[in-house]
Each structure stands twice: as C-alpha cells, then as structure tokens.
C-alpha cells in the first residue's frame, strides 16, 4: 500500500544545531507540503513543492529550508534550531492542484528544541 | 484572504450524544471544503469532503454541508462514541489553484461514557 512516512518520531536538539527532518512518500505525487502544528494556530504551512527541484516558501518559511532532488522525497531542514521550532511537523503530499486536492498526511515528527 | 474558523474547543460530551462543531469560511471563488480527523498520536486523515455549493459529505456517521450562502460547512454525527475522541480541523482548497489547503485552528472532541 502506498504510504508517506516520517522520521525521526521523534527528536530533541539544542540552539543553535542544524536539524534535518525526512518524510518519504510512495504515493507517487508531485505535490509536497510541510507543516507545522502548534496549539491556538492549527496546521501553518512551512514550505512546499510541486516537483523535482521546484520549492516554494509557506506562510511561515523562515528559518527552514527544503529540497527535492526526488518525487518521492521531501526533507525539511532547520538550519540553526531555535526554541520556537518546537513544534510536531507534518509532512504531506496530493495528487492534483486543483478541486478536489486531497491531501495524504505523514504520522508527524514531534521536535523539541532546548 | 482565504481563512478558515472553527468553534473553539475544548467539547466534551457523552457517549450517544448529538455532536455539531461550526466552520464558517472567507474565500474569493469556490473552493472545496473538508473536515480532516486527528487521532491521538497520529496524523490527519480526511473524514469528508464537498466540492461545490448543496455538496454534502457523509463517512463514518458524520455529515457536513457546503453552504455557499452562509460561508459554512459545520460538522454533525447524531450520536458520537468514546473512539470519536479526537482533534477535528476545516479547511479549504486555496482557490488560486496552488493546491494548498488552509485549515482551521481545531476543535478537540473529548467523548466519555
């Protein structure tokens, strides 16, 4: 069955350290999304991308990166971790842009930053 | 902009009781609408869906109604049970087409028996 998984479940870091969360999709989807999940604010969306080499900043983009050098692959990267990066992540892909865009959602990565 | 609200949690109720958590929207076009369930522990799965005005979605025992004149979409279960337990979001499709999804805050559900 095709799936989107996400590693590690589960991580703790310090200031300052670079960090590099992977979610794999076997869906075959173009579409790619990350997010992010914090109480009072519901999903807010990081970056995202609609294929091979093409990214795009969210509404809450600074302070990550991304890169798709795959479909099947989307890593976000923290690239120096602050405390209000803690936060569960939330990988997720879709089929088509348009109507219906169903989204696929990962089991999320719960990051605490000390 | 685009937004989504969602009554504001936490609701608790008991088992075999009528459940209703209000979304209401602000969007240019016409997007597609849909409530998405988080189990705990767990990420979000989509409970239903409507695409256009008049739509309504139907899964598991609950219902949800695209209206277009009211800019909501609330959702309903006649009779909800402690497995119903769980964190509920809105959304919608950005009707630019960019396929991105623009949820609601969430609505945690506590059920007990």
């Known amino acids: 069955d095709a799936e989107i998984t996400q590693s590690p479940r589960h991580k703790i870091t310090e200031t300052g350290r670079q960090v590099t969360l992977a979610c794999h999709q076997t869906?075959?989807?173009?579409?790619m999304f990350w997010y992010r999940q914090d109480l009072g604010h519901g999903l807010r969306l990081i970056h995202y991308s609609y294929g091979v080499h093409d990214t795009n900043k969210g509404e809450v983009s600074d302070g990550y990166s991304v890169s798709r050098s795959n479909t099947e692959d989307l890593p976000l990267t923290l690239e120096s971790a602050a405390s209000s990066q803690t936060s569960v992540y939330f990988c997720?892909?879709?089929?088509?842009?348009?109507?219906?865009?169903?989204?696929?959602f990962g089991p999320g990565t719960r990051l605490t930053v000390l | 902009g685009n937004s989504v609200t969602q009554m504001e949690g936490p609701v608790t109720l008991s088992e075999e009781a009528f459940l209703t958590i209000n979304c209401t929207y602000t969007a240019t076009g016409y997007p597609s609408l849909f409530w998405y369930v988080q189990y705990p522990g767990e990420g979000l799965q989509l409970l239903l869906k409507a695409t256009k005005a008049d739509d309504k979605g139907s899964n598991k025992g609950f219902e949800a109604t695209y209206r277009k004149e009211t800019t909501s979409f609330h959702l309903e279960k006649g009779s909800v049970q402690v497995s119903d337990s769980a964190v509920y979001f809105c959304?919608?499709?950005?009707?630019?087409?960019?396929?991105?999804?623009?949820f609601g805050q969430g609505t945690t559900l506590q059920v007990k028996p």
């Open positions: 997720a892909s879709s089929l088509v842009r348009t109507g219906f865009n169903e989204q696929f």
């Open positions: 959304a919608l499709s950005d009707p630019g087409n960019t396929g991105k999804l623009i």
């Open positions: 869906w075959n989807h173009n579409n």
